[in-house]
């Protein structure tokens, strides 16, 4: 875990996003939460993430999603070096 982002008011707002209950509730606590781009960007890299896991290639994954190769890198780098927090979420949504 990061120790630059382990603070009181991170621990806060993930405690807010682990009380929602069901997308409606998700959609409504983001839309207050994040401009659309913001929500749309966190989007966009989890989807990116999820074609890396299923082996697309970097052209594929910019021409279906539009992030940039530099997005898709940096989504990779985490895939690949990061705290396995995709990873732990990809396992769960499988089930």
Do not use: P
């Amino acid at each position: 875990m990061n120790k630059k982002i382990q603070t009181n008011i991170v621990d806060h707002l993930f405690e807010a996003i682990l009380c929602l209950e069901n997308k409606e509730e998700c959609y409504s606590f983001f839309e207050d939460l994040c401009t659309v781009n913001e929500l749309l960007s966190l989007s966009q890299r989890f989807e990116v993430a999820s074609m890396l896991k299923n082996h697309k290639t970097y052209l594929e994954i910019a021409e279906e999603t539009g992030a940039s190769t530099a997005t898709i890198s940096r989504v990779n780098r985490s895939l690949n070096y990061g705290n396995d927090g995709y990873d732990l979420v990809f396992k769960r949504i499988e089930k």
